[in-house]
């Protein structure tokens, strides 16, 4: 481990408290296209700037998003990990709001085929930093696959995006639905790209009860983000929306997620198995 990053970890681990373990979200959506890496980005900076300590990891194959929403050229993508077999907290940026991120970089397929040596190293590093984190948050992939389900199963809970279409909402329900015939999992909405708050309402609404009436299965909707034209600015810009224009429409709408997430009762609000997010994760591997 480098100097940089053995300060970086020692600086963390001296402002964790004892025995914390971080709370692991998956940021998921059941098509492309629907803005998931920025609602995960952007949810990420605002939890950063209430003190939470925030590690997003880009887990989107192929694509590199948070690099390109921030205007940021990582010095390492998470296959380095691998090939290089350098630290993870040496791959670690440190963006706006002191939100930390580790960049996916276009050769990601790897970390879904891990050999035996790959994954134990990985398992490493994993135990170090779900030990000096409030939250870990992946933003996956978009759409149902055997990998990407596969590492849902193993956090504590997920973001679920969708925007009002319906093919949207279809393949949003066919993601919950693959990811709960497998076990019981926490999921929370957020709705994209809402021409009105009652249109973002009635969505939630009207998935919320189609997952109660046929999987049986509570979700926890957070809110919804208005269509603006701020977003499409902030994007052009490279840079947050949060932070672009944080007096926008949209910029507000995810503060009240934020504080609605943050303000959730804890009991009753995550369904995964007492066992923790690197229990679950080696248990994954050991049944591959």
Do not use: W
């Not at 993870?88 to 996916?104: Q, R, V, W």
């Not at 279409?165 to 066919?174: C, K, L, R, V």
């Amino acid at each position: 481990m480098s100097d940089q990053a053995e300060q970086l970890r020692r600086k963390l681990m001296d402002t964790s408290p004892p025995s914390q373990q971080a709370k692991t979200i998956a940021v998921v959506s059941g098509k492309g296209g629907v803005g998931k890496s920025n609602i995960a980005l952007n949810f990420s900076l605002l939890l950063s700037q209430r003190g939470k300590k925030v590690l997003l990891f880009d887990l989107d194959i192929g694509m590199g998003n948070i690099d390109i929403l921030l205007g940021i050229s990582s010095k390492y993508s998470i296959e380095k990990l691998f090939e290089q077999k350098v630290s993870i907290f040496d791959m670690i940026e440190i963006g706006p709001n002191a939100l930390h991120y580790i960049s996916g970089g276009s050769g990601l397929n790897q970390i879904f085929q891990l050999n035996q040596a790959n994954l134990n190293f990985f398992m490493q590093q994993l135990t170090e930093v779900v030990k000096v984190y409030d939250y870990i948050i992946f933003d996956m992939g978009a759409g149902v696959t055997r990998e990407t389900i596969q590492y849902i199963l193993t956090v504590d809970e997920c973001v679920l995006v969708t925007t009002p279409e319906p093919t949207s909402i279809t393949d949003a329900y066919s993601m919950i639905k693959h990811v709960l015939m497998e076990q019981p999992l926490s999921f929370h909405i957020i709705v994209n790209r809402v021409r009105s708050q009652r249109q973002g309402l009635e969505t939630l609404n009207r998935l919320s009860r189609v997952v109660q009436q046929f999987l049986q299965q509570r979700m926890v909707p957070l809110g919804s983000i208005p269509d603006d034209e701020a977003v499409t600015k902030a994007v052009i810009a490279q840079q947050p929306f949060v932070l672009h224009n944080h007096r926008s429409r949209a910029a507000k709408a995810m503060e009240n997620i934020v504080n609605h997430y943050l303000d959730e009762p804890i009991k009753g609000s995550s369904i995964s198995p007492a066992t923790g997010f690197i229990q679950r994760f080696k248990s994954l591997f050991k049944e591959r």
